[in-house]
């Protein structure tokens, strides 16, 4: 099983650039493919990214595609993701999710975290 603690989010402009994190418990990180998912007000969950559990791969939704970069130091047991230009339209709780390498559903979420972007 595995943990894992978002943090980074906050009140930004729109154009700023904003990194988050997430933190996972656990001794078997580096096995999990590791995910970002983002909910705006009034809507239903949505992907935003994956990255591999080697950090080899990775994919991304395409409205983010070109602004958006996740990453994982698994000697920390960490995943991030790097957002550049936000836009209003980003304004979410992002959360962190991972999955075994065997598996197509993510079985353990974080809490999240709340990215608000003004205009």
């Known amino acids: 099983q595995v943990q894992l603690v978002e943090s980074g989010g906050g009140l930004v402009q729109a154009g700023d650039s904003l990194t988050l994190s997430c933190a996972a418990s656990?001794?078997?990180?580096?096995?999990?493919?590791m995910a970002w998912f983002r909910q705006a007000p009034g809507k239903e969950r949505e992907f935003v990214a994956f990255i591999s559990s080697s950090g080899a791969s990775t994919y991304y939704a395409d409205l983010v595609k070109g602004r958006f970069t996740i990453s994982r130091d698994n000697a920390k047991n960490t995943v991030y993701l790097q957002i550049n230009s936000l836009k209003p339209e980003d304004t979410a709780v992002y959360y962190c999710?991972?999955?075994?390498?065997?598996?197509?559903?993510?079985?353990?979420w974080g809490q999240g975290t709340q990215v608000t972007v003004s205009s």
């Open positions: 999710a991972a999955r075994v390498i065997f598996r197509n559903e993510y079985d353990y």
């Open positions: 656990g001794r078997t990180f580096s096995s999990y493919v």
